[in-house]
């Protein structure tokens, strides 16, 4: 079996379990990965070469010096696919690819799975219901936009992960205050109407334009209002016979074939609007989703997205179909809550129903499985209520991100 060489990307410490399955399918794996993690416990087992970047701030790189180190390097190898391993790495291997004419999407389709402004004008324009929003280049339209829709918006980089750097406004005066203050990166924002609702995520894969797994979840704490407010992050899977669960297969379906995903994994996020029941799209990405969700994924599907992902991207190199095993029924939950301690006492946490304690520095995190959806929903009730009384840490320790 020919070797083949794939570089994976990555400015963030994950990828574990794709680089271990690209090596048993019997391929070379270079990392390329910032400065700082150098220490970090990668899979060095199943990586044949790693070349560090040095940070110019939190997960960005010098793309031009990026571009000169991938030029030397492809000298003397010849690289066969670029992964991009974190959201912040999307446009990274995108540029690479381009550059490079490497297969795989390129920049015009990153910026549907990138940039928030572009994701939500293609799914307008696609028919899918979005919240109002608008660019912020022109203060005539900003103007314009404020005076059709009521206060309060968010205000929210076009290109941040998860709930990072987003601000919830509530009058004209703190937007043109937020604005102002912005300066020469006013243009890398969006303006959006705040939607009160239930938040979801759907995690799936897709091979050849077709949907082959797909999970769908709920946030019993979402990610904006743990990152604004602290707290304790929760996310419960739904029955894949329920009506929740189908109407978010069928949008999640829309959005990717509309974006243009070809292959991949994949990380969609939905609010069901609390005034008008409406599913309303709010972001996609072309990667894992984050927080440990391909965990709560694996423990209601028996999926392993990041393994599947790898076995996707192997098949692709190699010209052969993909199949995935069907999933199984289970209902899982996720928790998880920054600490005073660096690491937890999980004894009073110890129960049938936990598939595994998650070792994170400075947090405590559980998964939960079960064959019933209530006893899920009291084990996340219970375990954030002992977790508020007993060991949360409103403020973050440095270094620590919990994006989904």
Not at 30 to 47: F, R
Not at 177 to 185: I, K, R, V
Not at 218 to 233: D, N, T, W
Request: charged share 25%.
């Amino acid at each position: 079996m020919e070797e083949k060489t794939i570089v994976c990307i990555s400015c963030y410490y994950k990828g574990y379990d794709f680089m271990d399955e690209m090596k048993k399918l019997g391929n070379r794996i270079i990392l390329v990965t910032s400065e700082n993690l150098k220490e970090k416990n990668w899979p060095w087992h199943a990586i044949d070469e790693v070349f560090y970047m040095p940070e110019l701030k939190p997960s960005v790189w010098n793309l031009e010096h990026m571009i000169q180190g991938f030029s030397h390097l492809m000298k003397t190898r010849k690289v066969d696919a670029v992964v991009a391993l974190d959201d912040y790495d999307v446009e990274k291997a995108a540029l690479i690819r381009e550059t490079f004419r490497i297969p795989g999407m390129g920049q015009t389709t990153h910026r549907y799975f990138r940039d928030k402004l572009a994701m939500r004008q293609k799914a307008k324009d696609s028919g899918i219901h979005v919240p109002e929003f608008t660019a912020v280049f022109n203060d005539n339209e900003v103007n314009d936009f404020i005076k059709k829709v009521p206060a309060p918006w968010v205000l929210k980089p076009r290109s941040e992960a998860s709930a990072s750097g987003i601000s919830k406004i509530t009058s004209e005066e703190q937007l043109y205050d937020a604005l102002n203050a912005l300066g020469e990166e006013r243009h890398l924002f969006l303006l959006e109407s705040f939607k009160p609702g239930d938040v979801y995520h759907v995690d799936s894969l897709t091979f050849n334009r077709k949907l082959v797994f797909t999970s769908a979840s709920k946030y019993l704490a979402p990610p904006m209002q743990v990152s604004h407010e602290g707290g304790v992050f929760r996310s419960k899977t739904l029955g894949r016979y329920s009506d929740e669960f189908k109407a978010l297969e069928e949008l999640n379906a829309k959005v990717l074939s509309s974006f243009g995903l070809v292959n991949g994994a994949t990380h969609t996020e939905f609010i069901r609007g609390k005034e008008d029941n409406r599913w309303y799209f709010l972001e996609t990405s072309s990667r894992v989703g984050g927080a440990h969700i391909p965990d709560l994924v694996e423990a209601s599907s028996s999926i392993n997205i990041w393994r599947e992902w790898a076995k996707i991207e192997d098949s692709l190199l190699r010209g052969k179909d993909y199949t995935t095993s069907p999933p199984t029924g289970y209902y899982s939950g996720l928790i998880i809550a920054l600490i005073k301690d660096k690491e937890p006492d999980y004894t009073n946490f110890e129960s049938a129903e936990v598939v595994k304690f998650l070792p994170i520095d400075y947090h405590i995190g559980i998964v939960y499985k079960s064959t019933d959806a209530e006893v899920i929903q009291k084990k996340l009730d219970s375990t954030a209520e002992k977790i508020h009384i007993e060991m949360l840490n409103i403020l973050p320790p440095k270094n620590t991100r919990l994006s989904s």
